[in-house]
């Protein structure tokens, strides 16, 4: 085969043999008119931010430095879980809950949509770490993308460019593993072409080949579709690597709770989709005394350490955060973070003298520009910010940032939550009964769908351990994954599982908890129970306060009735999940880890 003479593609500032390779064939497919090799530098991020304002991709904000406004492409605006695959070479091991296609016939598929598709466009070669670059054993990939908005993503994103490519080669020569991660916008430019200020493709294709530890990506560029380092790597193949390597890649936050006496814990929480992670994981307690630290607010690592406890690290650098409903009451750590800048705004509002805006913030705007791009004033019918709309900001910038987030080591957990938006039947706070329990209540985890995916939003649905869309394997192994992991510790070495749910509903449809700060009164009986120091009541489905068992001293606007529907364990209500619990262990099917259709049949037992 001839080598096509590509500028750029012999600029390689590496000599890692399978990078070069890799990066080679993706540019003879896709033939894009040069390649560029990201170092990560201020002065390549600067010269990208422009490009993407002169694209019409990006408006410079006037009210933060270095920060900037941007506007999908309508229908581009979420993850595509319908056409999200997971290609393993067997279909039981994709299990019930994934797309799936057998590897040789989806790469024919996407190598002919790959065939070209960069023409006209620059191809970037990002390398980027997963995790604190000063793991021994670091998490590495490359991003090739052609889209300049995945660029400046990733570098808010992940540790990437120079700092993390030095980690490819070991000092003695040998050549480290990555994840190969190739990304394109299937918006190829004719020459004279002129082009839009959101490339995209209606053909989509979020693809992980699990056996072989990399990830395709065709025609989206927004959020977890496309920024690859995120759900497609830190999820879908972590979970894979950490089934065959013995830990756990979650979609949990992480946070630092320090007690009035100055005793720290860790507590890691998983909640679907634009169902309140980012806000726990920089809580500003209501309560006296108690503080919080963050160290993530999407995903964890949790391997045992040493000690026989569980450790957890953050892989990513940044929050790519749900905007809407975020503002100086609900979560003053986020505004702070962004409004120090260095932060890409996407399908929020303009406003006139060029900051943002989305629904819920202070100070409403008399005109804006809506994420549609059009004219937007408080009477419209339409929302000014798309529901999905985010920010992406450094977590360095997090005034609550806790010193140890970048320690490769982690940090040991005490306790894990599971949460969902539920109106009604799952109460404010529940203690499992052991791990194998909580292993349970994590895998019957339901919650109302959100717009983080494209779909119908509002229906209930089960999101076991908040991963259904990112587990990437056989959801059944996957529950057999944590079941093992609880059996690999000593049970008070463990953390301890709650399940959580803030979003409970009275008759009138309000929300009965007021959530947010006042979340610190449940993380606080959480502590005290890992303590041994707080009361709980004994219920069918395990331990729960009662409104008197929890610290409510100051709770304001929030009548004792509402606190206690939203603890209220009905047993009727509870029969009627039944049901839909079998339902669910039925779609799993055999692979369903026995222990847990016991613990249905206990549960069962105990409602009577
Ligand atoms: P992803 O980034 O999609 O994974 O979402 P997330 O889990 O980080 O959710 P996030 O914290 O961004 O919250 C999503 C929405 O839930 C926002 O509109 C919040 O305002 C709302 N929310 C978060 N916490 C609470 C809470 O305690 N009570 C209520 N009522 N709403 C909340
Ligand atoms: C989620 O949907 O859980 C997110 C946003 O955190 S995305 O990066 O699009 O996955
Ligand atoms: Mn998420």
């Given amino acids: 085969m001839t080598a096509v003479a590509i500028p750029g593609l012999d600029n390689a500032p590496t000599t890692h043999s399978r990078?070069?390779?890799?990066?080679?064939?993706?540019?003879?497919?896709?033939?894009?008119?040069?390649?560029?090799?990201?170092?990560?530098?201020?002065?390549?991020?600067?010269?990208?931010?422009?490009?993407?304002?002169?694209?019409?991709?990006?408006?410079?904000?006037?009210?933060?430095?270095?920060?900037?406004?941007?506007?999908?492409?309508?229908?581009?605006?979420?993850?595509?879980?319908?056409?999200?695959?997971?290609?393993?070479a067997r279909e039981e091991d994709a299990g019930p809950t994934n797309n799936w296609m057998h590897p040789d016939e989806?790469?024919?598929?996407?190598?002919?949509?790959?065939?070209?598709?960069?023409?006209?466009?620059?191809?970037?070669?990002?390398?980027?770490?997963?995790?604190?670059?000063?793991?021994?054993?670091?998490?590495?990939?490359?991003?090739?993308t052609d889209s300049e908005y995945v660029v400046a993503s990733m570098r808010v994103m992940t540790r990437m460019g120079k700092k993390a490519l030095d980690k490819f080669v070991k000092e003695d020569g040998t050549e480290r593993e990555f994840v190969p991660a190739l990304h394109s916008l299937g918006a190829p430019l004719e020459p004279g072409q002129e082009d839009v200020p959101w490339p995209c493709n209606d053909t989509k294709y979020i693809t992980h080949f699990p056996e072989e530890r990399t990830i395709w990506s065709y025609g989206s560029g927004y959020g977890g579709n496309a920024l690859l380092g995120k759900k497609c790597y830190s999820l879908r193949i972590a979970s894979v690597i950490g089934r065959d390597e013995g830990w756990l890649a979650?979609?949990?936050?992480?946070?630092?709770?320090?007690?009035?006496?100055?005793?720290?814990?860790?507590?890691?929480?998983?909640?679907?989709?634009?169902?309140?992670?980012?806000?726990?994981?920089?809580?500003?307690?209501?309560?006296?005394?108690?503080?919080?630290?963050?160290?993530?607010?999407?995903?964890?690592?949790?391997?045992f350490g040493e000690d026989g406890r569980l450790y957890a690290v953050n892989p990513e650098a940044g929050f790519f955060g749900v905007a809407p409903g975020t503002n100086y009451k609900t979560n003053p750590h986020a505004m702070e973070t962004i409004n120090k800048g260095n932060s890409v705004f996407t399908n929020v509002a303009l406003t006139d003298d060029g900051d943002v805006w989305w629904e819920e913030m202070e100070n409403t705007p008399e005109h804006a520009t809506s994420w549609k791009k059009q004219d937007w004033t408080p009477d419209s019918d339409e929302k000014a910010a798309h529901p999905n709309s985010r920010y992406c900001t450094p977590m360095s910038q997090c005034p609550i940032l806790a010193?140890?987030?970048?320690?490769?080591?982690?940090?040991?957990?005490?306790?894990?939550?599971?949460?969902?938006?539920?109106?009604?039947?799952?109460?404010l706070v529940t203690e499992s009964r052991d791990w194998q329990h909580g292993t349970f209540m994590g895998a019957t985890l339901s919650s109302e769908k959100t717009a983080a995916?494209?779909?119908?939003?509002?229906?209930?649905?089960?999101?076991?351990?908040?991963?259904?869309?990112?587990?990437?394997?056989?959801?059944?192994?996957?529950?057999?994954?944590?079941?093992?992991?609880?059996?690999?510790?000593?049970?008070?070495?463990?953390?301890?599982?709650?399940?959580?749910?803030?979003?409970?509903?009275?008759?009138?449809?309000?929300?009965?908890?007021?959530?947010?700060?006042?979340?610190?009164?449940?993380?606080?009986?959480?502590?005290?129970?890992?303590?041994?120091?707080?009361?709980?009541?004994?219920?069918?489905?395990?331990?729960?306060?009662t409104a008197d068992q929890l610290d409510l001293n100051g709770i304001e606007d929030t009548p004792l009735e509402d606190i206690e529907l939203a603890l209220k364990v009905d047993p009727e209500e509870w029969r009627q999940e039944i049901p839909l619990i079998e339902e669910w262990f039925d779609k799993i099917g055999e692979k369903l880890p026995t222990s847990l259709r016991d613990e249905l049949e206990a549960l069962k037992q105990r409602l009577g």
């Fill in 106 to 144: 989806m790469k024919a598929i996407m190598t002919e949509l790959y065939r070209g598709s960069m023409r006209g466009r620059t191809m970037y070669v990002i390398p980027f770490c997963m995790g604190p670059l000063g793991d021994e054993n670091p998490k590495l990939g490359v991003e090739i």
């Fill in 453 to 545: 995916a494209a779909g119908k939003v509002g229906e209930v649905r089960r999101d076991p351990m908040a991963m259904l869309p990112f587990i990437g394997y056989n959801a059944g192994d996957y529950f057999q994954h944590w079941i093992d992991t609880g059996k690999r510790a000593d049970a008070n070495k463990l953390p301890k599982i709650f399940y959580v749910n803030w979003f409970r509903r009275g008759d009138d449809r309000r929300i009965l908890w007021p959530g947010f700060g006042e979340n610190s009164r449940v993380l606080k009986w959480i502590i005290e129970r890992i303590e041994g120091k707080a009361a709980a009541s004994e219920t069918p489905i395990g331990w729960v306060p």
């Fill in 403 to 427: 010193p140890e987030w970048d320690d490769p080591n982690g940090v040991p957990i005490s306790a894990i939550l599971f949460g969902g938006r539920r109106a009604n039947t799952i109460p």
């Fill in 19 to 88: 990078v070069l390779e890799w990066v080679r064939e993706v540019a003879e497919l896709t033939t894009p008119d040069r390649v560029e090799w990201i170092d990560g530098s201020d002065a390549e991020s600067e010269r990208i931010n422009q490009k993407l304002v002169d694209q019409g991709t990006f408006v410079p904000l006037k009210s933060k430095p270095n920060s900037y406004w941007a506007a999908s492409d309508p229908s581009d605006v979420a993850r595509v879980e319908e056409r999200t695959f997971i290609c393993s």
């Fill in 250 to 303: 979650e979609h949990m936050l992480i946070l630092k709770l320090i007690s009035p006496e100055n005793k720290v814990y860790y507590i890691a929480a998983a909640f679907p989709s634009a169902c309140g992670k980012t806000n726990l994981a920089m809580l500003r307690p209501t309560i006296p005394g108690w503080r919080v630290e963050t160290l993530g607010d999407d995903i964890a690592w949790m391997r």
